[in-house]
């Protein structure tokens, strides 16, 4: 079992940056994957990004490839997801997720075991 805290939401005008923090804990999370999704109202639940095991390897979707990184700290049992030039479009509940496995290629949402209960962004104009 994995325990999934998410933190870092918030208010923010258009161009500005938030860091969303997930701490985990329970089983060894070094050895799962986790993601980061994003939900807006009347929207199906998205991904965002994806990172493997060991932080190597990682996968953004084409909405916010080159806006943002996802990194873990095995360490501290916690993934991060650093976003910049936000857009009133990236308005959303933001979650984290995590399964067993290695690789950074699980995309969707039918795919992870474990979620975070969310973390609000509002990006204003």
């Known amino acids: 079992q994995v325990q999934l805290v998410e933190s870092g939401g918030g208010l923010v005008q258009a161009g500005g940056s938030l860091r969303l923090s997930c701490a985990a804990s329970?089983?060894?999370?070094?050895?799962?994957?986790m993601a980061w999704f994003r939900q807006a109202p009347g929207k199906e639940r998205e991904i965002v990004a994806a990172?493997?095991?060991?932080?190597?390897?990682?996968y953004y979707a084409d909405s916010m490839k080159g806006r943002s990184t996802i990194s873990r700290d095995n360490a501290k049992n916690t993934v991060y997801l650093q976003m910049n030039s936000l857009k009133p479009e990236d308005t959303a509940l933001y979650y984290c997720?995590?399964?067993?496995?290695?690789?950074?290629?699980?995309?969707?949402?039918?795919?992870?075991?474990?979620w975070g209960q969310g973390t609000q962004v509002t990006v204003s104009s």
């Open positions: 990172i493997s095991w060991n932080g190597v390897s990682t």
């Open positions: 997720a995590a399964r067993q496995g290695f690789s950074a290629a699980y995309t969707e949402r039918n795919e992870y075991r474990y």
């Open positions: 329970g089983r060894t999370v070094s050895s799962v994957v």
